[in-house]
C-alpha cells in the first residue's frame, strides 16, 4: 500500500500499478490441452462430430419450421466450427511443443547416456589391452608343460648316463697278482686287484 504523504510529493516517482491477472498452473495446464490434443486426434473424435453435423443438419432441415433453432445456412453450426477451429489449433500447437521439449531432454539424455557408454568402452578397452600385455609376460599352462617336459627328459638322460657309468666300474676286469710277486700279505693267499685300464697312474 502506497504512502499517502509520498503521494502527493512530486519528488518521487509514483509506483506503477500492477495489473493482476489470475494465475493457474501452466504443468496442469498443458496436461489438459495435450489431453484434448490427444482425443482430437483419435478415430473416435472424427466419427462423434460427423454424427453430431448430421443430426444437425437433420434437424434444422426436416424438422418443423418452428422447432428449427438453425435454419439454412447453418450459421450456428459455423460458428461453432469456426470456434473449435481456433481453440484446437493453439491446443495442438502446445501439445507439440511440450512433445518436442520432451523429444529434446530424451535426447539429450541419450546423448549423455551415449558419452558415458562410449567411455566406459574406451576404459574397457584400455583395460583389456593391459591385461593381454601383462599375460604375454606370464609363463602360459602350455610353456609350463613343455619346460616340464624338458627337464624330465633331461634327468631322464643324466640317469641313464649314471646308470651307464655305473655299469662300466661294475664291468671292470679284475686282475688277480700271486703271491709270489710281492702281492702277498704274508698268509700265502693271492691280492684281488682291480686292473686299471689307464696308463701312468701307477705310484708317483
Known sequence: MADPRRAGRLDQPREPRRLRLPRFDPEAFGRWSEGIARGMGTANFIVYMTVVILAWFAWNTLAPADLRFDPYTFTFLTLMLSLQA??????????QNRQADRDR????????????????????AREIAALRIA????????????????????????????????????????????AESGGADGSGRTLDEPRDDLAGDGPG
Open 135 to 178: 599375460m604375454g609376460e606370464v609363463a602360459t599352462r602350455d610353456f609350463l608343460r613343455s619346460e616340464l617336459a624338458r627337464l624330465a627328459e633331461e634327468l631322464d638322460e643324466a640317469n641313464q648316463r649314471r646308470q651307464r657309468l655305473e655299469r662300466r666300474q661294475y664291468d671292470r676286469p679284475v686282475h688277480r697278482v700271486p
Open 105 to 124: 531432454l530424451a535426447l539429450e539424455e541419450d546423448r549423455r547416456r551415449a558419452a558415458l557408454q562410449k567411455a566406459d568402452t574406451e576404459y574397457l
Open 86 to 95: 481456433s481453440y484446437a489449433a493453439p491446443l495442438i500447437l502446445l501439445a
